[in-house]
């Protein structure tokens, strides 16, 4: 199904969006026109081309990693600076109503791709997970884990640019 992802506007239906986790419907809802207006995250949301219905968001923020919290194989790479710069998706979510039809990748990519696109440094993509199961869904994606059993994970941009 093709779905369009533009940043959230004010022509966007976000009334009857229902993820089945409350407190980040009501993020959308409540919470995500003032974080974009005060630059502390942008909201991107997808809708299908004939509808301005919200079918999922994310939010996109600049962040850092501690060095000494990514895992060696991944450290020894990088340079001895104290925290390295990633972006940092905030919040996702597909209402209930698209879930399981890969809108939740693509909108990992397209985070992605907006972070490769910055024009300031970033090493990767960065999540909290709200809990295992969306763990869970982000390892499937490619990300890792900062820790084992983490629901800190992050994908380094250049495994997006290797598949490119
Ligand atoms: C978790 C969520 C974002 C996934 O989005 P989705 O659009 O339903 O998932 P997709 O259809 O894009 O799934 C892509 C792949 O991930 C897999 N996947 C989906 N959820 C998964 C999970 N919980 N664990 C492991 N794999 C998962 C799918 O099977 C699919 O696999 P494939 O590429 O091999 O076919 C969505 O279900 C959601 O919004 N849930 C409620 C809110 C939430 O938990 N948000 C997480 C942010 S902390």
Excluded at 7 to 17: C, I, M, V
Excluded at 112 to 120: I, V
Aim: glycine letters at 6%; aromatic letters at 8%; one cysteine or more.
């Amino acid at each position: 199904m093709p779905f369009i992802i533009e940043a959230l506007a004010s022509r966007h239906d976000r009334k009857g969006f229902s993820c089945g986790v409350p407190p980040l419907d009501r993020y959308l809802k409540e919470q995500a026109g003032q974080d974009i207006k005060r630059r502390a995250a942008l909201c991107y949301i997808a809708h299908e081309p004939e509808s301005d219905r919200i079918a999922g968001y994310y939010t996109l923020s600049a962040g850092d990693v501690a060095l000494q919290d990514i895992p060696d194989d991944v450290a020894r790479r990088l340079p001895r600076y104290p925290v390295v710069p990633v972006a940092r998706v905030g919040r996702l979510a597909i209402d209930t109503e698209f879930q399981g039809k890969r809108l939740g990748a693509a909108m990992l990519w397209d985070a992605a791709q907006k972070a490769m696109r910055a024009e300031l440094g970033v090493f990767a993509l960065a999540v909290d997970a709200k809990d295992e199961q969306a763990a869970a869904f982000y390892r499937h994606s490619g990300f890792i884990a900062l820790q084992p059993n983490s629901l800190r994970l992050f994908l380094p941009l250049q495994t997006i640019a290797s598949l490119r």
